[in-house]
């Protein structure tokens, strides 16, 4: 069964509103999302082809705090944390299927959970989302979304109302999202348990300061990193534990690196 990598999910403890400001600033295409009203939660998006970066933040604390949500749950649970990125949605049209074959891997399976967003015309996105525990590993499995319209479907949507749209600093597509984790052979086999994906051979990325090891996914790869020396990756796991750390992205004409709301993004020039 196939997923491809969906979004990148960034808490922010400012408006959605001034967090896409931010990133726009910083030459990317960003825009207001909406409001997810019985979680008390509310967003805005920026967009590279279908993968793209969700600007998530506490909008009603009372209605979070109670929400049976579990992206919500730990949106709350990280706010001592400052702002950074989260989690990750890997995309699928066969969640039935996967919450099956979850679920007899001796995973805890919460939902599907129906999701839906009004839109200012009226209009009402919907999806569905599978969240994933497993109960023998410190690890935060990511988690699984459903759209109720086809990958075109939406391309052809998002385009026309100026969601998808050129960035101005020239990135293009989404190369990959770093997690941080402690044990990197631990966590290579709980993934490769969970999803059944097939692993790189391990390398040392100096510039993160780790060994690292990348499942290859359409829409962005994951690369899981152990620290072994002071650089980014250290930084990220003592400040925000074994969560995403940093997305790289390309299309630009020079390689960059923004800080933005506890996040690191990089964009690297298309050879």
Request: aromatic share 10%; charged share 25%.
């Amino acid at each position: 069964m196939r997923l491809t990598f969906d979004h990148l999910v960034h808490f922010v403890q400012q408006t959605p509103k001034e967090a896409a400001e931010q990133f726009c600033q910083a030459g990317f295409h960003a825009v207001v999302g909406g409001r997810h009203a019985p979680w008390g939660t509310w967003n805005s998006l920026s967009y590279f082809g279908l993968s793209y970066v969700e600007f998530l933040a506490v909008e009603h604390e009372e209605l979070a705090r109670h929400s049976e949500n579990p992206l919500v749950r730990q949106c709350i649970a990280d706010e001592a944390k400052g702002e950074g990125f989260g989690q990750i949605a890997l995309r699928t049209n066969e969640m039935d299927a996967w919450a099956e074959r979850l679920r007899s891997q001796g995973l805890q399976v919460t939902g599907p959970v129906a999701g839906s967003r009004t839109r200012d015309d009226g209009t009402t996105l919907r999806w569905r989302m599978l969240f994933l525990e497993d109960a023998d590993s410190a690890l935060l499995p990511p988690f699984l979304i459903e759209w109720s319209q086809t990958d075109d479907e939406r391309i052809d949507d998002l385009t026309n109302r100026g969601i998808i749209g050129a960035h101005p600093n020239g990135a293009a597509h989404l190369i990959s999202v770093g997690y941080a984790v402690t044990d990197l052979e631990e966590a290579t086999a709980r993934w490769q348990s969970w999803f059944g994906w097939k692993k790189s051979e391990v390398f040392h990325d100096k510039e993160l300061g780790a060994i690292c090891q990348t499942f290859e996914l359409s829409g962005g790869n994951v690369v899981l990193c152990q620290p072994t020396e002071e650089g980014l990756a250290q930084t990220a796991w003592e400040n925000r534990g074994q969560r995403p750390f940093f997305a790289k992205l390309a299309g630009a004409s020079k390689n960059s690196e923004y800080k933005i709301g506890g996040g690191s993004y990089f964009l690297a020039a298309l050879e």
